[in-house]
């Protein structure tokens, strides 16, 4: 909302800092899953696959896009219709209804059919469903980052943007084509369509958005969930009929509240505050009363005239002196406030006139809340 002050006094909305943080934990399947049954690393965290980890799992530095792990999908098998694997992991936080989000990943195939690899966001666990995937229309079949899918078996970057639900708590990715993939690989030994996947992440394309505020807890009772096996295939058949849904809380919004205090609301050539800016911060921290802040920072910037050295002291003294001013008016406050002096690097306009030259001096204060 905009607060009128006078004409001295500018506040408005600053375009936000990035708070996007990755949605999926492990996306790179280097942390390893100690498994209930056999108390060996067997599976990687987060990350559960439908039949057993041991054959769906790979530790390769050589084969591997980063690291030395990566995950496999089965995407057909030449001695049994449509049989077919999926991995599949439990969302950090939620998603807001119609916000938009990109998911990446890396991929690679022997055989020609990545166009046939889908993802499917769902509020239930994917592991307790009954259909058949051929059956299932998923959210996203897999699209290449540039061009198109080349045939070979190297890595190949996906980029999709995903406009949400509001539903979403897990991700599955799965071959989801009708048709079914099957006879010979032309590969010796090896009777598995095989599809890897490495470096898997689901970021909010909203600057704003940052991670929920109990995403500890959540990733703690995400990497808990140890069964793989036959402890796994026993929760499949106890949740078969009635999957359980899983509300989890969605992304914080983060808002961004910028006051900009002039040259004119200081000594000349000081740091110290002028008594007229005191009605302007009482009525911006009245404002700020009572909200969830997440931090504060405070930057001083000065002209370019005089030397560097003392205009990066003046523009980080004004910024402290700022600093100050808001503790005195805030007493409860207890979130960091970071301040800096940019001295004359950031200008607003020209330093060629004396109006150009007033409006550069200035301090600027954004102030982060979470809706």
Known sequence: MLMRFPVIAVLFFWPAHSFAQNLLLNGDFEEENICTEYKVNCAPEAWICNS?????YFKDRNRAHSGEHFMAIEAGFTRKPFQRTYIRSRLLCGLWKDHRYRLEFYVRSRHPILDSIGVIFTPYDFLFGQKRLQNITPSLFIKPAKGAFVKDSVWQK?????????????????????????????????????????????????????????????????????????????????????????????????????????????????????????????????????????????????????????????SLDRARAVETAIRQRLSSLSSAIITRGWADRKPLTDNSTPAGRQQNRRVEMFVYTRE
């Open 158 to 314: 996906v980029s999709m943007d995903y406009t949400a639900r509001g539903d979403e708590s897990f991700i599955t990715i799965a071959n989801f084509s009708r048709k079914d993939i099957n006879g010979e690989t032309n590969i010796l030994m090896e009777k598995h369509f095989f599809v890897f996947l490495d470096d898997i992440s689901l970021m909010p394309l909203d600057p704003r958005e940052s991670l929920c505020p109990g995403w500890k807890t959540n990733k703690q009772n995400i990497y808990d969930q140890d069964e793989r096996h036959e402890f796994l295939r026993q929760k499949i058949r106890q949740y078969k009929n009635d999957p359980p849904i899983v509300v989890i809380p969605s992304t914080s919004l983060s808002v961004i509240d910028t006051l900009v205090l002039p040259d004119v609301l200081f000594a000349s050539g000081k740091a110290e505050l002028q008594k007229s800016s005191y009605r302007m911060l009482d009525s911006f921290c009245r404002k700020l009363s009572g909200k969830k802040i997440d931090s504060i920072v405070v930057e001083g910037h000065t002209d370019n005239t005089g030397n560097l050295q003392g205009n990066e002291k003046l």
């Open 52 to 56: 057993d980890g041991f054959s769906n």
